[in-house]
């Protein structure tokens, strides 16, 4: 049967399956091929806290979704296009969140009775009318692999986990994908037992041939390669291109670098890649707890290296003390905190940006530090060289704020020249002639002096330091001069700070404004009301504290500004603060970021429907 090849912009797909069905590898997967094939994309992993949540239970469902395009996108898509439902909890979870007439390609070998009950399903939904308006196409995935693995000597349950492969050989014939990157991949991973590579190969190879001779499958699909600009790239995820990019400023100031850390979703990533790459003078220290994870790094900054720990929400609670004795000592650290839902252990692998009051006050005292926030996953990777040059120059601890949504997505990255990168300037005290160690240069920073340079004798510590010459003081004038030098340090940074950036119209009726993870969804969402005929703009913060020295005036040039976050307002209690602006706000913490459609909705709403031009 002639089958009909469709070109497309393009598609969001889902995943879905129980924890154990290999979902994530499957979405990692094709991904992969698809950056390879030179789409655009944006990913979101989704999976339970659990470590194994009961087979077949509705909150075991374990989620990847894929957003690529021939086109430049932003996000993992708002409704997927296509769903692969592996069981009946996965039908279940997401198909509320379906576009209406999206395909959904069924495991129908898991519809028994078991699965039906444990998802609280009464009927079966593929019998009972509950899918009409999709468009279901019933696949015994099951059933299918376990004949085309019949005569290999595994044992069924080996032979059952090879379905994941099954539909994802499935979904490249439908989308025109190749299959020669997982395949390497297969021959890799599973190197040491060939019976796995021939298994997992060949139920791939059996789901491509399915959707090729099957009459069920009657089109598909073709998405071109994307526009992008001339380079290098490489799909990465927001953890990878973090610790990518400590490793980069790590070569580009020419210091060791020095990773202390206690292991906690979503930042564990961080430590596990770093890890790799000993040979790059990279050191991973994985302590027994978070508070030895920061106080190794600040020994570590003292010692003359770029020092860097890890952490999210709970554990970040647990550094502020040491946090606190970065900032009274003035060493470059940087702390990035990878934010989850909270308070307490909330909801580990779900997103959210509620931290951002707790990086600016979270400390007994006095002790501001500098707080940066990458807005995408690739992004993650040039905020922190950022980190690394601020904390470096200034010698001041530095907050770098990303957040489980950036942490597990990914995105292509364009890889930059070595040269095209900032430069970090490295300056050690080395004279001893004239030294103390609270001295300090035009922008306040003090010396840099490491233990053992002849002359360069000091004392740090926790206790409040006489200015200039570094002897422990309880003057309370000297107190409150110190305070107030470490607070205009911080300020200082405002001079090398790029001024924030309005995209669209300079001035008018309406400014959106966002940190952190939020950009890509407002960005799609201004250009969908633009489209419309509305006048909207957007400019986004990348630097909070300090923030941008044009904030203020970009903000008066707006009649109204409308921030959405991930919390319940922090952004705009700082603004509301500082600058006395009285702006709206769009708040969300469902431990999901946001859709474009809910940012698009807002605004339309602020505008009153009145055409902006």
């Known amino acids: 049967m002639a089958k009909i090849t469709r070109i497309i912009e393009d598609v969001t797909v889902r995943f879905a399956g129980d924890s154990g069905d290999g979902m994530q590898l499957t979405g990692s997967q094709f991904t992969d091929t698809t950056a390879i094939v030179g789409n655009d994309l944006s990913t979101l992993p989704d999976f339970p806290a659990e470590i194994r949540a009961p087979a077949g239970s509705l909150f075991g469902v374990s989620g990847f979704q894929l957003h690529f395009s021939s086109k430049d996108i932003q996000t993992p898509g708002d409704t997927p296009d296509v769903l692969v439902a592996m069981n009946p909890a996965a039908l279940k979870v997401n198909l509320k969140d379906l576009k209406p007439n999206a395909t959904i390609i069924i495991n129908s070998s898991a519809f028994d009775a078991k699965n039906l009950k444990l998802a609280n399903y009464e009927t079966n939904p593929l019998e009972d009318g509950t899918l009409a308006g999709y468009n279901v196409i019933a696949v015994p995935l099951t059933q299918l692999t376990m004949a085309a693995l019949e005569d290999i000597n595994l044992s069924t349950k080996e032979k059952e986990r090879c379905k994941n492969f099954f539909a994802l050989g499935l979904m490249y014939w439908m989308f025109n994908r190749p299959l020669d990157v997982t395949i390497k991949w297969i021959e890799t991973k599973f190197k040491s037992r060939p019976e796995l590579v021939e298994a997992n190969k060949r139920a791939l190879q059996a789901g491509y041939n399915y959707g090729d001779t099957t009459e069920i499958f009657t089109t598909r699909y073709e998405v071109k390669a994307a526009e992008l600009p001339k380079g290098i790239y490489r799909n990465i995820s927001g953890n990878e291109a973090t610790a990518l990019g400590f490793i980069t400023a790590s070569l580009r100031s020419g210091l060791k670098l020095f990773l202390g850390s206690y292991p906690i979703t979503p930042a564990s990533e961080i430590l596990q890649e770093l890890s790799k790459y000993k040979e790059y003078d990279v050191i991973t220290f994985q302590a027994e707890d978070e508070i030895s994870g920061i106080s190794a790094a600040i020994g570590a900054a003292f010692a003359g290296a770029l020092a860097i720990t890890t952490t999210s929400g709970p554990g970040f609670s647990l550094k502020t003390e040491a946090l606190g004795l970065a900032v009274m000592t003035e060493l470059p650290l940087v702390v990035v905190d990878v934010q989850r839902s909270g308070p307490s252990t909330g909801m580990p692998t779900k997103t959210e940006q509620a931290d951002l009051l707790q990086a600016m006050f979270g400390r007994h005292g006095e002790a501001p530090v500098v707080i940066l926030a990458a807005q995408s996953p690739a992004d993650c990777f040039y905020m922190a060289i950022e980190a690394s040059k601020i904390a470096i120059e200034y010698m001041t601890p530095v907050i770098l704020l990303t957040d489980g949504y950036l942490a597990f997505g990914s995105e292509p990255l364009r890889i930059p020249q070595f040269d095209e990168l900032p430069e970090i300037n490295v300056k050690f005290r080395t004279e001893p002639e004239g030294f103390y160690p609270y001295l300090r240069d035009e ?8 233990p053992g340079t002849p002359g360069l004798e000091h004392r740090i510590g926790g206790l409040e330091k006489s200015n200039i010459y570094g002897s422990v003081s309880y003057d309370p004038e000297n107190h409150e001069e110190m305070v107030k030098i470490r607070k205009q340090k911080v300020d200082n940074v405002q001079k090398i700070i790029p001024d924030l950036q309005v995209e669209g119209e300079q001035e008018g009726e309406l400014l959106v404004l966002g940190w952190g993870s939020t950009y890509g969804a407002i960005k799609e969402a ?54 006395l602006k009285d702006v709206i706000q769009l708040n969300k913490v469902q431990g999901r970021p946001f859709k474009v459609s809910e940012i698009e909705n807002k605004i339309m709403e602020v505008l009153g429907g009145k055409n902006g031009n």
């Open 443 to 450: 922008n306040l920073v003090r010396p840099w002096a490491i």
């Open 526 to 579: 201004i250009y969908n009301v633009r489209q419309k005929g509305f006048t909207v703009s957007q400019a986004h913060l990348r630097y909070i504290n300090p923030f941008p020295r044009n904030l203020g005036d970009v903000l008066n040039r707006f009649k109204k500004v409308l921030i959405p976050e991930l919390n319940l307002g922090h952004l705009a209690f700082l603004i509301k603060g500082k600058y």
